[in-house]
C-alpha cells in the first residue's frame, strides 16, 4: 500500500508566525512530492512541487524533502489569514498517480 | 493557463438512476483523471486515462465505469447510482512526459448527492 500520512489537525497558528505541515510516505519509490491547498468547498490547487532532497523556497512558502527519512514539509512564513486551509500532501511512486495524504487543516488567527 | 472544467458543481440524483459526469480540459494534456473525495478519506482514485479510449482502475472502480473518446474530454459514470456513492466527484488532467514533476491540475469539483 503506498501511503501517505498527514497530521489531520486543526492546526492553529496566530497571523505572522510560521505555520509547519508534515508528511509521511511509504513507498521508497516515490519521486516527488506535491503540495496543494484546498478552500473549503473548492479544488485542491497547486502549491508547488519538490523532487530533490533539501529545502525550495517559492516566496513564502519552503518545501523541504528528506528521502532517507520518507519525510516532506510546508513551511509557510508569515502566515495570513487567507492561509487557512486544508493542505494535501501527494506522493508521485510511478509516472502517472498521485497519492494523496488525507490534509491537514490550518488556521490562521488574526 | 490550464482549465479544467465540469458540467456540473451540484448534482441529485436518485438511487438506481444513471449519472454521468463530464470533464473537459484545454491543455491537450494526456492523463486524465477522476477522483471522489470524502472526510476523513482524503481522495480517492477512481479510474485515469493516459490517452484517448485507454483506461486504468484506480482504488475504489466498483460501481463507476469511464470514457475518454476524445483527448480532452473524460466521463465518469455510475450505472446505477446508490447512496453511498454521494461525494464530491473531482477531475484532474496532466502532460504524461515521464518526468518528476508533471503536476495534476483539477477541475472545480461536482458535488453529488443521490437520494
Known amino acids: 500500500q503506498k501511503e501517505v500520512e498527514q497530521n489531520s489537525g486543526p492546526l492553529s497558528v496566530p497571523e505572522g508566525a510560521i505555520a509547519s505541515l508534515n508528511c509521511t510516505y511509504s513507498d521508497r519509490g516515490s519521486q516527488s512530492f506535491f503540495w496543494y491547498r484546498q478552500y473549503s468547498g473548492k479544488s485542491p490547487e497547486l502549491i508547488m512541487f519538490?523532487?530533490?532532497?533539501g529545502d525550495k523556497e517559492d516566496g513564502r512558502f519552503t518545501a523541504q524533502l528528506n528521502k532517507a527519512s520518507q519525510y516532506v514539509s510546508l513551511l509557510i512564513r508569515d502566515s495570513q489569514p487567507s492561509d487557512s486551509a486544508t493542505y494535501l500532501c501527494?506522493?508521485?511512486?510511478?509516472?502517472?498517480?498521485?497519492?494523496f495524504g488525507t490534509g491537514t487543516r490550518l488556521t490562521v488567527i488574526p | 493557463d490550464v482549465k479544467v472544467t465540469q458540467s456540473s458543481r451540484y448534482l441529485v440524483k436518485r438511487t438506481g438512476e444513471k449519472v454521468f459526469l463530464e470533464c473537459v480540459q484545454d491543455m491537450d494534456h494526456e492523463n486524465m483523471f477522476w477522483y471522489r473525495q470524502d472526510p476523513g478519506l482524503g481522495l480517492r482514485l477512481i479510474y485515469f486515462s493516459y490517452d484517448v479510449k485507454m483506461k486504468e482502475k484506480g482504488d475504489i472502480p466498483e460501481g463507476y465505469s469511464v470514457s475518454r473518446e476524445k483527448k480532452e474530454r473524460f466521463s465518469l459514470i455510475l450505472e446505477s447510482a446508490s447512496t453511498n456513492q454521494t461525494s464530491m466527484y473531482l477531475c484532474a488532467s496532466s502532460l504524461n512526459t515521464g518526468g518528476y514533476t508533471d503536476t495534476q491540475y483539477f477541475g472545480p469539483g461536482t458535488r453529488l448527492t443521490v437520494l
Open positions: 501527494a506522493a508521485r511512486p510511478g509516472a502517472n498517480n498521485l497519492f
Open positions: 519538490i523532487y530533490s532532497n
